[in-house]
């Protein structure tokens, strides 16, 4: 498989961080090695974050931020189209939105043909399920469906280890929804 | 510097006192320049010599004793010369003014 | 002991894990960033009934250190966690500490120092303790940073060492990145490290006197003591590290070396940012032909100078990393002073060139190893007189 390196971009209290960790926990059952890590400074309710998740099949040395994702993920649409989440991405990388738009149309506002794109309306399916627009393992669903970086099972075996018992099934419901509901153009 | 002072392998180490009450050997009198002297007529065994001493070297005795005028008393107080630094501070807050500092003579 | 359950914690949980399986007695903290969630687990341990240690709330670090003194003098199993201006509020502590001998272990999450107010990492804080009489050690993964909290107690609590260890991790670059961990059980630390009191303790029963007046005819006799006491932890850090391999199959030495069989030129660095050298050796360094390798500096106090000086011996050009600066000082990096005096005392002839790098959390990046790694080749076939007097500050804007 060689590197994969993921970006996700957020604001404090969506969940950034645990989705990191949670696609980090997945690679690990999947057999990889994998760290992640948040953007270092601050936390606050509300101001944009950044997380990092790396995979690999080999020992992964490096403890610095993701320069180059070959993904990036962005869990609040007001941030979709901003300069910071795009920053590095690879050509042929993955653009993984919580929107309501189609993929060709957040394509175009990105201006980037060369990566792939794919959406998701997070939101409106976390708020079918929790009432609250905590939308971390909805996109992971999204990213795994779009990119096969890890199987679903796995995510959902990293679910089940982190939350408590009573978050476990709406969790996964969500997760399978956004995996099933995932809209991408390549 | 000191040839009979044990070497840095033979103590124990983090400078623990391992032997309790040792510092009873070391006698403080030396450092005294003036000593209190109790007057065994004026004191009024009020104890609180024995309260303020900050070397706790007021020693209380059951020891009876009269005065010229007859007054009785169950307890005496004395010092332990050994270790009294002659502070003063008895004799500053003794209310009988029942102890002098006078010259100590060596 | 191959195909245990791996589970993913950040360093600062890592360390939480091994303090639970220590079974400690007393924990005494006050929280800093990016120290906190190393005590924050353990409250939560202890609330949830997994620890049964004994929580002191204080109000400063000063008071944490202070309250671990009175506790381990009680002969408690103490723990305690800090960084930057923490350590440096715990400085005065630290002497008592080493001084009296009490084996306490303290996890630090590294950072900088003020002023500018910076909450991200360097090395500024743990080379600020460094003559402090404490047993120093950096761990560069979260499997060593776990480990190293039970290696800490087997070296601390040895009737030959007696004294106080560090272990500190990178903060954030550690501290909160998530890696997978192989768990020690409490039961299996607990045969690694038997809960005994080896040191001298408070007791109404055997009264002793701690912390007395030390006259000039006597002080001097108990430093000397110290410098022996890190000389045995050096000896017994080779027992512990061989014990631990043999019980859990992690192997650590004082130094680890990366790529340095065949290496002409190395890079000596400490902590997180030798995980960086590493990708820079194996992406970059090699493929271009360059036969570049790493030392990693894991035991810092006792200094390895032996085992260092005779790999440093036979390369053609070395460059020392310091994420820490040493104001006025003849070298610049404390990291580089260390190992200067070594080459001095052991004769070492090979050019030793100094980088200043990543201070108040800057990453040091492939294009500043890079410039490191130039910097070390053109001094291939010089001397040490053509070694640059002042460290190159990398990363730096002019």
New interface residues.
């Given amino acids: 498989m060689g590197r994969f390196e993921i970006r996700w971009h957020g604001r404090g209290g969506m969940g950034a961080v645990t989705a990191?960790?949670l696609t980090?926990?997945a690679a690990?059952k999947t057999g990889y090695?994998?760290?992640?890590?948040?953007e270092?400074?601050?936390e606050r309710r509300g101001a944009p974050v950044k997380a990092y998740t790396r995979i690999d099949d080999e020992p992964i040395?490096?403890?610095?931020?993701i320069?180059e994702p070959d993904a990036v993920v962005v869990l609040d649409s007001s941030m979709v189209g901003q300069e910071a989440v795009l920053h590095g991405l690879k050509s042929g990388g993955w653009y993984i939105a919580n929107t309501a738009r189609d993929p060709e149309e957040v394509r175009k506002i990105i201006g980037r043909d060369d990566v792939k794109v794919a959406t998701v309306n997070a939101t409106k399916l976390a708020m079918e399920v929790f009432k609250a627009p905590i939308v971390n393992t909805a996109m992971i669903g999204a990213l795994v469906a779009a990119t096969g970086i890890v199987p679903l099972e796995k995510v959902e075996e990293a679910v089940r280890d982190r939350f408590p018992e009573r978050y476990v099934d709406p969790n996964i419901k969500l997760l399978r929804q956004a995996y099933e509901s995932v809209r991408k153009v390549v | 510097m000191t040839a009979q002072l044990p070497g840095w392998k033979s103590l124990p180490p983090g400078a623990v006192i391992t032997r309790p009450g040792s510092t009873v050997e070391y006698k403080t009198h030396d450092w005294r320049t003036l000593r209190p002297v109790i007057d065994q007529e004026r004191c009024i065994r009020c104890r609180l010599c024995w309260l303020y001493c900050p070397e706790g070297t007021i020693i209380e005795l059951d020891k009876p004793y009269t005065t010229k005028t007859g007054r009785k008393y169950t307890r005496t107080y004395e010092i332990n010369y050994d270790y009294c630094k002659g502070c003063g501070i008895c004799a500053q807050e003794c209310p009988a003014k029942a102890i002098k500092m006078v010259e100590e003579v060596r | 002991m191959a195909g245990k359950k791996k589970l993913p914690l950040s360093g600062n949980t890592a360390i939480a894990y091994a303090v639970k399986a220590a079974d400690v007695d007393v924990i005494s903290a006050y929280p800093i960033t990016p120290q906190t969630t190393i005590v924050e687990k353990l409250t939560e341990f202890v609330a949830n009934g997994e620890l049964d240690a004994e929580v002191i709330h204080v109000e400063s670090e000063h008071s944490a250190l202070s309250a671990a003194v009175g506790a381990s003098a009680a002969g408690a199993r103490v723990f305690t966690a800090s960084s930057s201006q923490g350590i440096a509020l715990m400085y005065e502590i630290m002497f008592i500490a080493s001084s009296m001998r009490l084996p306490i272990v303290m996890a630090m999450a590294t950072r900088a120092l003020s002023a500018p107010i910076n909450i991200w990492n360097d090395h500024s804080d743990f080379m600020a303790a460094s003559d402090t009489g404490w047993v120093m050690m950096m761990a560069h993964t979260n499997q060593e940073a776990h480990d190293d909290i039970i290696l800490a107690y087997k070296i601390a609590e040895h009737p030959d060492v007696l004294l106080p260890v560090i272990t500190a991790i990178d903060g954030y670059f550690m501290s909160h990145t998530i890696e997978p961990v192989e768990p020690i059980e409490r039961e299996e630390a607990l045969k690694f490290i038997p809960k005994k009191v080896t040191w001298s303790v408070l007791d109404p029963d055997n009264p002793v006197t701690m912390g007395p007046l030390g006259t000039p005819e006597w002080y001097y006799e108990f430093k000397r003591q110290q410098h022996e006491a890190m000389k045995k932890a050096r000896e017994v850090f080779d027992e512990a590290t061989k014990e631990f391999e043999k019980v859990f199959g992690r192997r650590y030495e004082p130094v680890e070396y990366f790529m340095m069989d065949d290496a002409e030129y190395a890079l000596v660095a400490m902590g997180s940012v030798a995980g960086n050298v590493k990708a820079y050796i194996v992406k970059e360094a090699r493929k271009r032909g360059i036969k570049l390798g790493l030392i990693r500096v894991k035991l810092f106090r006792p200094f390895p100078a032996e085992e260092i000086m005779e790999v440093i011996s036979n390369l053609k050009a070395v460059g020392v990393i310091d994420r820490a600066l040493a104001f006025g000082s003849s070298y610049g990096g404390p990291l580089y002073g260390d190992i200067l005096s070594a080459a001095y005392t052991r004769g070492v002839d090979t050019p030793i060139v100094n980088f200043v790098a990543g201070l108040g959390g800057r990453p040091v990046t492939f294009r500043d190893i890079k410039a490191m790694v130039d910097a070390t080749l053109a001094l291939d076939g010089k001397t040490r007189k053509d070694v640059p007097k002042e460290p190159y500050f990398i990363g730096v804007r002019e």
């Fill in positions: 990191a960790e980090a926990m690990v090695y994998a760290v992640a890590f948040p270092f400074g601050a040395y490096e403890k610095t931020p320069e």
